[in-house]
């Protein structure tokens, strides 16, 4: 059981590029999160999936776009890259049902330089 | 909207000593979850409240919820170099709103 997997790791982007990050889960998970961690601060969610097709808006959503066409896989894609956007990027999933905990992806970590 | 703050924002404790944050939210919330996040790792769940008043204990973590269920407490007892973190809290008023965290050094 592989949990919640995101894609890469590490990058670096110059300012003006655009890039996706990829985060998939196996475990059947029907909610999806992205969040932010900018340095010695707690996480700020950008976009959130209740399912398949349906996706909203979170905190901090302006320069960042997402889908999620099936209940494993759930992209975040930056278009224009701006230095304000060098953060680690975590996604996280949950089952349906508020007694459940955040399973958390470990991380990416973008530059934008 | 709603907001979730921890105190202290860091916490510097000899090893043995005891270690308490605390998490405020400005609404009732209907349910409080508790993460650890391992320096450059990923938030990791540690348990959910969701009575008034309720308490649970893992090992030496002791958990409170509010009678008010507008704030949280979570206590370590006799701090272990195993525990440094950021300890956050998340409170549930119909969405989950994460607070800012207490980063936890201990000296050995």
């Known amino acids: 059981n592989a949990g919640v997997t995101q894609t890469p790791k590490f990058r670096i982007l110059k300012i003006g590029q655009s890039m996706t990050l990829q985060c998939a889960q196996d475990?059947?998970?029907?909610?999806m999160y992205w969040y932010r961690q900018d340095p010695g601060m707690g996480l700020k969610l950008i976009y959130y999936?209740?399912?398949?097709?349906?996706?909203d808006k979170g905190e901090v959503p302006n320069g960042y776009n997402v889908s999620r066409s099936t209940t494993e896989d759930f992209p975040l894609r930056l278009e224009l890259a701006a230095p304000s956007q060098t953060s680690v990027y975590f996604c996280?999933?949950?089952?349906?049902?508020?007694?459940?905990?955040?399973?958390f992806g470990s991380g990416t970590r973008l530059t934008v330089v | 909207g709603q907001q979730v703050m921890q105190i202290p924002q860091y916490q510097h404790v000899q090893e043995g000593e005891d270690f308490t944050t605390y998490c405020n939210s400005s609404?009732?919330?209907?349910?409080i979850q508790w993460y650890k996040q391992r320096p450059g790792g990923h938030p990791v769940f540690l348990i959910q409240l969701v009575k008034s008043g309720e308490v649970k204990k893992q090992k030496r973590l002791t958990f409170q919820f509010g009678e008010a269920k507008k704030n949280s407490s979570l206590h370590i007892t006799a701090t272990q170099t195993t525990d440094v973190g950021t300890y956050f809290c998340?409170?549930?008023?119909?969405?989950?709103?994460f607070g800012d965290g207490t980063t936890l050094t201990v000296k050995p």
């Open positions: 475990m059947n998970h029907n909610y």
């Open positions: 999936s209740v399912g398949a097709g349906i996706t």
């Open positions: 609404t009732t919330l209907s349910n």
């Open positions: 996280a999933s949950r089952p349906y049902g508020t007694e459940y905990g955040y399973t």
């Open positions: 998340a409170g549930n008023a119909g969405k989950s709103t």
